[in-house]
């Protein structure tokens, strides 16, 4: 979900920034192209000094200084602008309310503080970005997520919507997984801690990567993104376990009722109860 947030009047602050552009692109067609041809011309010609100089030795020459100077204007600008280049093309980026743009096509929009968002903004994740595409709308604290807001991820086609402490799922939060996802129909609704399912919550698999788990939901406690506590795990065909889990296994006494409505009881050590397995003959 790319939505953009720029205007008519907004965007003509935009041509400041593909001024810049331009500069850069300059810069780096000079340390690319021409600078190592002239270098190769010129040792091509003290090689070849003492025979015919020919085309060819001059495109080897250029080729390979070409090549190291990419790959060293690449090294020296990451060391010097670990980011994409940006530039503020309307309002204060500083301190005040802005839009700043990277020249990756990321976008950063809202209020600033000491060059930082704060309150409610804006983000998406440029074309360069491990993230290209996510975009992130709601409450900022010193530029990182904190507080309420809605996180898309465009690769997963996946959604957060709820609370974050420090960049991460913090509260109460809601993620699902849309159609275009590995796991379609998916969603987790309840408590997260740093960015993991903890607390009571409920799972829905949707559709998984193991076909047993396909449809299944759990509703109950959680640790560390694993079943830990009580719940209740149904199964799509209608049988269902209630009872004590730990670390994503039935564990401690429970009930297993079958999807005719037949109850058991009995107890669960590591995910596996010795009478019900004999009982269902596995």
Request: include cysteine; aromatic fraction near 16%; hydrophobic fraction near 35%.
């Amino acid at each position: 979900m790319m939505v953009s947030f720029i205007s008519s009047d907004e965007s003509r602050g935009i041509g400041s920034a593909a001024l810049l552009v331009f500069i850069f692109l300059l810069v780096l067609v000079l340390l690319t192209v021409l600078i190592p041809f002239s270098i190769g011309v010129i040792i091509s010609l003290l090689s070849f000094s003492r025979v015919s100089v020919t085309g060819g030795a001059i495109i080897v020459h250029w080729l390979f200084l070409t090549v190291l100077g990419y790959f060293g204007s690449i090294i020296v600008w990451k060391q010097f602008h670990p980011v994409a280049p940006s530039a503020c093309v309307q309002g204060d980026c500083k301190n005040g309310n802005g839009i700043k743009i990277y020249f990756d096509q990321g976008l950063e929009k809202g209020t600033w503080k000491d060059g930082k968002l704060e309150g409610n903004c804006y983000q998406l994740f440029g074309k360069t970005s491990e993230f290209s595409g996510d975009s992130y709308e709601g409450e900022f604290k010193r530029g990182v997520y904190w507080g309420k807001g809605t996180y898309y991820d465009e690769s997963e086609d996946s959604k957060y919507v709820g609370n974050w402490v420090k960049g991460k799922p913090n509260g109460k939060g809601l993620a699902t997984w849309g159609e275009k996802s590995k796991f379609p129909g998916r969603y987790y609704d309840g408590e997260w801690k740093d960015g993991l399912m903890h607390g009571y919550g409920t799972k829905f698999w949707g559709k998984a990567e193991v076909d047993k788990y396909t449809n299944n939901k759990y509703t109950g406690e959680w640790k560390n993104d694993k079943m830990d506590g009580f719940g209740k795990y149904d199964w799509a065909d209608g049988s269902y376990y209630e009872g004590p889990w730990k670390n994503d296994e039935q564990d401690g006494d429970g009930i297993y009722v079958f999807k005719d409505g037949e109850v058991f009881k009995g107890h669960w050590e590591n995910g596996y109860c010795e009478v019900l397995a004999k009982k269902m003959g596995l």
